[in-house]
């Protein structure tokens, strides 16, 4: 499982290496689609902003999620618990 990963993972850096290596050399060498390339490049950019945007906004919600249901597990014991003591006070009396 592991050695499957790191091949991905070395595919993945190869991959990007060589695209980037060959984005490189073309910006360099003033072609005729410089402007093109340079639109997507600006597009990635912002997608990659947007994609650390949203985590950051997913984590907040994730932790507002988790600290309600502790809150409310929290809530329901204590309520259970006064309940119980209730019950216990007036069956002694």
Do not use: G
Not at 13 to 19: C, E, M, P, Q
Not at 39 to 68: T, W
Not at 73 to 87: A, E, G, I, M, Q
Request: glycine content about 0%; charged content about 20%.
């Amino acid at each position: 499982m592991i050695s499957s990963l790191h091949k991905i993972f070395n595919l993945i850096l190869i991959f990007s290496a060589v695209v980037t290596a060959w984005t490189s050399i073309v910006l360099f060498s003033n072609t005729t689609f410089n402007s093109e390339i340079n639109e997507v490049r600006k597009k990635m950019y912002i997608n990659q902003k947007e994609f650390i945007n949203n985590v950051k906004d997913l984590s907040i919600l994730l932790l507002k999620d988790a600290n309600m249901r502790i809150y409310d597990k929290n809530n329901d014991l204590h309520k259970s618990l006064y309940k119980t003591s209730v019950f216990i006070i007036s069956n002694n009396n």
